[in-house]
Every structure is written in C-alpha cells, then in structure tokens.
C-alpha cells in the first residue's frame, strides 16, 4: 500500500493510502511533476509554500529548483520591477 502526504488548505497535512498510485494532475491537466515554491507562511509554518501541482509546461523556473505557478510568477516579476 502506497501513502502519500496531501497539504490541505488551512496548512496541514493528511495522509492518504492507496493500492495503487495516484498521478497528481496540473491544472492544465498534465501530470504533475513539481509544486509551486512560492512563500506563504502562516505562524505555525514560516517556511510554507505554497504547493500548487505543477506540469513542467505551466511552471515558470525562477532558480535551481524553485518553480512558480502562473499568478505567483506574475508577482514575482512584478517584485523584481519594483526593485529595478
């Protein structure tokens, strides 16, 4: 049996177990190979991200290893403007 950690939206984490494995989908459909690294930290987890499934296609690399889902792309570049 394979179990797997599942983030849930108030911040915690749940374990699911399964005969079989689950391919995680993108929300473009594609199977998901990589999570949003975006920060979103509550007080009980400073260094939360934000862990969108992501298919390589709709992920934007911003650093080895850190990948971005489309709307936090867009406020990372809007960031990087500001400081320009």
């Not at 494995?21 to 690294?37: E, F, K, P």
């Not at 709307?71 to 403007?81: C, I, V």
């Amino acid at each position: 049996m394979k179990c797997s950690k599942m983030p849930l939206p108030g911040g915690g984490v749940a374990i699911v177990c399964s005969a079989g494995a689950r391919q995680i989908r993108c929300g473009c459909g594609n199977v998901s190979t990589l999570l949003c690294d975006w920060k979103t930290p509550t007080p009980k987890n400073p260094n939360k991200t934000c862990d969108e499934p992501l298919c390589p296609k709709c992920a934007t690399e911003v650093g080895p290893d850190k990948h971005l889902y489309r709307d936090h792309n867009g406020a990372w570049e809007a960031r990087l403007a500001r400081l320009a």
